[in-house]
């Protein structure tokens, strides 16, 4: 069974400082991995998607993840954290052989503090 | 503007009764999906959809029914089997076929149960 796990379920960080917030995976096939960012009270919102492309992935945003299948991990970061981006983020794994469902970490509430 | 809409955005149920969420896209999507999200738990995924006419038990679909008569519009019915219904429902809808396409989210429905 596909599965992911998000270390930290709150993470605080000064604002110019990096964000660095951590998911591992447990697939037995290759994964399509996915981060989404959930403001208060609304739905969740793209951040970016690892589909096998390209190891090192960009969005929306300025954050970045990096594919590694040495260590299981699909991490989310970016360089400078601003104000803006204190949210919940979500780390998911795409269940394979159809319907295309996903499975959610259990999230990482991020806190950007001046 | 393309997107999902769901209705209402905060609804109060009294124990035993029954209620529907409503969730409606315009995105010509062929998939749609009921997740529950509470806190410290991520997102669990209730029923969904593939094409009109035809829905899948998810993860943790008891005391929850759908129906899908329309493409556009996947509702949820809650019943008074659901023992524990407050929760934050999210519904989602996404293309099919390949199985790594985005799932896009409507903005949520809070239910409370007084």
């Given amino acids: ?114 | 503007d393309g997107g999902i809409t769901q209705s209402p955005k905060y609804l109060f149920r009294k124990e035993g009764q029954n209620v529907t969420l409503s969730c409606e896209q315009n995105l010509n999507h062929d998939a749609m999906y009921w997740y529950r999200q509470d806190p410290g738990q991520g997102l669990r995924l209730i029923y969904y959809s593939q094409i009109v006419n035809d829905f899948q038990k998810g993860d943790i679909a008891e005391g929850y029914s759908v129906s899908r008569e329309k493409k556009e519009s996947f509702p949820l019915t809650v019943t008074s089997a659901q023992k524990n219904p407050t929760a934050f429902y999210l519904c989602a809808s996404s293309t099919s076929g390949f199985s790594y396409n985005e799932q896009f989210f409507g903005p949520g429905t809070r239910l409370t149960v007084l």
């Fill in chain 1, 1 to 114: 069974a596909q599965s992911v796990t998000q270390l930290g379920s709150h993470v605080s960080v000064s604002e110019g400082a990096l964000v660095l917030l951590r998911c591992n995976y447990s697939s037995s096939v290759p994964p399509y991995l996915f981060w989404y960012v959930q403001y208060p009270n609304q739905g969740l919102q793209l951040l970016l998607k690892y589909t096998s492309a390209a190891t090192l992935v960009k969005g929306i945003n300025g954050f970045e993840a990096e594919f590694k299948k040495s260590e299981t991990s699909f991490h989310l970061t970016k360089p400078s954290a601003h104000m803006s981006d204190a949210a919940e983020y979500f780390c998911a794994v795409l269940l394979t052989g159809g319907g295309n469902k996903l499975t959610f970490g259990t999230g990482t509430q991020l806190k950007v503090e001046l």
